[in-house]
């Protein structure tokens, strides 16, 4: 349950970044 609920955090952070990175851009 735990390994899931981390799994989605990353993967929501990862796309904020990309998304800050692609804006930054």
Partial sequence: MKQA???TIHSA???QKMA???LGR
């Fill in 5 to 7: 609920w981390a799994a």
């Fill in 13 to 15: 952070l990862v796309s």
């Fill in 20 to 22: 800050t990175l692609c």
